[in-house]
C-alpha cells in the first residue's frame, strides 16, 4: 500500500521559508512556496549597481552554532565561503559642538565591552578620564550591584558613561538595531553575568567569554553575495519537483472554504482542482481537514500543512484568520515596560570611482555613535571588505569601489524616507566623507541604490524571548501549522535558520501522525 503524499503550502520565500520547504521536501511532502515578492530571498536580497550584482540586504551570516554552515556544506556550497578582511571597523564620533573623528574599534570586547580599559585602542575612543572610570570595575565589588538584566545599565554601574555611549551603543546599534538599554543581558552575551560573579569585574568577565569562544572569525559570507545561498535553496526545491510562486500574494487562510470569498477556481496540489468555494460542503473536525489558502491572482490552494514564514505583520493577519485565541497575540510595545519598537532601515549603495578610497582609509567600515551630526548609522566600505567583491569591482575600473550606508536609529525620528534619490544621495555622500575623512565627489558615482527594510525586534531585546514564547504556544494549539522568521527567532541567518528547521520538524511530525 502507498501513502499519498502530504501536501504542504509555505507562505512566505525569505531565508526562514525555503529552509523550511527544503527540509520538508526531502521527506517526500509535496512542497508549494508562496512569496509576494518577485523574487524569493526577503532579507537575503540583491541587485545589479553599475554592473556589479552586489548584497542589498544582509551581506554575511554569523558563525556561531554551525547551524548556517550545514546548511551551506548540504547544498554543495562550501567552497564560496568567505571570510571579511581582518582590518576591522572603525568607530565615527562627530557630538555637537565638538570636532569629528574616526577611531579603529577596539577588537578585543564583546558588544563593545572592552577586556582592558586601560589599552591603547580603548584610550583613543573614550579618553584617559573615561578608562580610569572603567577600571574602576575592577575593584568594584559585583555584589553591590546582584545580577543585571538590563545590558546599558549594567555597563553604566560597572565602566561607566563613557564606555556605554562610546563603544557599547554603536556596536548595539549596529549589531541590533536597538539600544543598550533595549537589551537583555543574558540574551545579548549569555554567560556575562555568571562570568562577572566568578572574576569580580565587567571587563574580566568579557576576557574570559572570548578566552573560551572558539578560534574562527565570527562571521562569513559567500563569493557571489548571499543570494548565492537563495539560488542554492531553490534549486534543491526544484530538485525535489517542488512549486515555487512569487508575484503573488496570500490573502486569507482558513480550514472552512465558506470562509474564503474568491470567484476564481481552487487549485488542488497534487490534483486536477477544487471546485468552486459555493460548491464545496463545509468542513468539520480537526487536523484531517485541509488547509484552503487564497491568494491575490484568484487561486485557492488546497495543504495538509501549513507553514507561515512571513514578516511579522503579514503573519499576524493571516493568524488571526484561524481564530480569536490567534487575533490578540502578544506585540512588542503591548507593555509600558517594553523597548521602542524597531525603526525602519533604509539601506544606500553607491558605487563609485575613488582612488583615495584605494588604501581602505577607514577599515572594512565604520559605526556611528549615537548623538551624531551625521544621519547614516553605519558605513561598509564593502569593496574593502569582500575581496571577491573588489576583484568583480576591478574589472569595471581600477579605482572601482563600493560603500554601504544604513539609515534608521532605534527611537530616533525617520530622517530618510521622505527624500527624493537625489537627495538621499547627497545625504549619503556628506556622511560617507566625513566617516571615510575623504571627500567624495558626486561626479565620481557611477550607481546608486536604495532600499528599505522594516525592522525587527531582535531576541535579545528585554521581554521579546517571552512574547515568542507565547506566540509559538499558542499556534501549537492549532494542528498542521507552524510559524518561523526572524520576528519570533531574532535576526540573522543563525537564529533563522535553526528555528525553520524546528518548524519544518513539527509540521514533518504531524504528517506522519495523519
Request: charged fraction near 20%.
Amino acid at each position: 500500500m502507498s501513502l499519498e503524499p502530504k501536501r504542504l503550502v509555505v507562505i512566505g520565500g525569505g531565508a526562514a521559508g525555503l529552509v523550511g520547504a527544503v527540509d520538508c521536501a526531502k521527506v517526500g511532502i509535496s512542497v508549494t512556496v508562496v512569496d509576494a515578492q518577485e523574487s524569493f530571498g526577503g532579507a537575503l536580497a540583491a541587485a545589479e549597481v553599475a554592473g556589479l550584482r552586489v548584497d542589498v540586504g544582509a551581506e554575511s551570516f554569523a558563525t556561531r552554532g554551525g547551524s548556517v554552515a550545514e546548511l551551506i556544506e548540504q547544498l554543495g556550497l562550501t567552497d564560496r565561503v568567505v571570510r571579511p578582511n581582518r582590518a576591522g571597523a572603525w568607530l565615527h564620533v562627530a557630538k555637537p559642538g565638538q570636532p569629528q573623528r574616526s577611531v579603529p574599534l577596539p577588537k578585543a570586547g564583546l558588544l563593545g565591552i572592552p577586556t582592558n580599559p586601560l589599552a591603547d585602542d580603548v584610550r583613543r575612543v573614550i579618553g584617559w578620564k573615561g578608562a580610569l572610570r572603567a577600571y574602576l570595575d575592577r575593584i568594584r565589588p559585583p555584589l553591590t550591584i546582584g545580577t543585571e538584566h538590563n545590558l546599558g545599565a549594567l555597563v553604566r554601574k560597572r565602566m561607566g558613561a563613557a564606555v556605554h555611549d562610546l563603544l557599547v551603543a554603536p556596536v548595539t546599534s549596529g549589531v541590533y538595531s536597538a539600544a543598550p538599554d533595549d537589551l537583555d543581558v543574558d540574551r545579548a552575551a549569555p554567560g556575562l553575568n555568571a562570568a562577572l560573579t566568578r572574576t569580580g569585574a565587567l571587563s574580566l568577565a568579557v576576557a574570559a567569554l572570548r578566552e573560551n569562544a572558539p578560534a574562527g572569525a565570527a562571521v562569513g559570507g559567500l563569493d557571489g553575495g548571499m543570494t548565492v545561498l537563495v539560488d542554492g535553496l531553490t534549486a534543491e526545491l526544484e530538485r525535489w519537483g517542488s512549486t515555487l510562486i512569487t508575484g503573488v500574494a496570500v490573502t486569507a487562510i482558513s480550514r472552512n472554504p465558506f470562509d474564503i470569498d474568491v470567484d476564481g477556481p481552487g487549485v488542488g496540489l497534487g490534483d486536477a482542482g477544487l471546485p468552486r468555494m459555493s460548491e464545496r460542503p463545509a468542513a468539520a473536525g480537526a487536523s484531517k481537514v485541509p488547509w484552503y489558502v487564497a491568494l491575490t491572482d484568484g487561486r485557492v490552494l488546497e495543504a495538509d500543512l501549513l507553514l507561515i514564514a512571513t514578516p511579522e505583520q503579514p503573519a499576524r493577519n493571516l493568524l488571526a484568520d484561524v481564530g480569536p485565541a490567534l487575533r490578540d497575540l502578544p506585540a512588542a510595545g503591548d507593555d509600558a515596560g517594553d523597548p521602542v519598537l524597531p525603526a525602519p532601515i533604509e539601506l544606500v549603495t553607491i558605487v563609485l570611482d575613488e582612488p583615495a578610497l584605494d588604501a581602505a582609509p577607514r577599515g572594512s567600515g565604520l559605526l556611528v555613535a549615537p548623538g551624531s551630526t551625521l544621519h547614516a548609522k553605519a558605513l561598509t566600505h564593502a569593496t574593502a571588505k569582500w575581496a571577491w567583491l573588489a576583484d568583480r569591482a576591478k574589472e569595471q575600473g581600477e579605482h572601482r569601489h563600493v560603500v554601504r550606508l544604513s539609515f534608521g536609529r532605534q527611537g530616533e525620528a525617520d530622517a530618510t524616507s521622505a527624500l527624493t534619490d537625489e537627495e538621499l544621495l547627497s545625504t549619503a555622500l556628506h556622511d560617507a566623507s566625513a566617516m571615510l575623512g575623504v571627500q567624495l565627489d558626486p561626479g565620481s558615482v557611477r550607481g546608486f541604490h536604495r532600499i528599505s527594510w522594516t525592522g525587527t525586534q531582535p531576541t535579545a531585546a528585554r521581554g521579546q524571548r517571552e512574547r515568542s514564547t507565547a506566540i509559538r504556544e499558542a499556534v501549537a494549539e492549532v494542528p498542521d501549522l507552524a510559524v518561523t522568521g526572524a520576528w519570533l527567532s531574532g535576526t540573522g541567518l543563525a537564529s533563522v535558520v535553526p528555528d525553520a528547521h524546528e518548524a519544518a520538524a513539527r509540521l514533518r511530525h504531524q504528517a506522519l501522525q495523519r
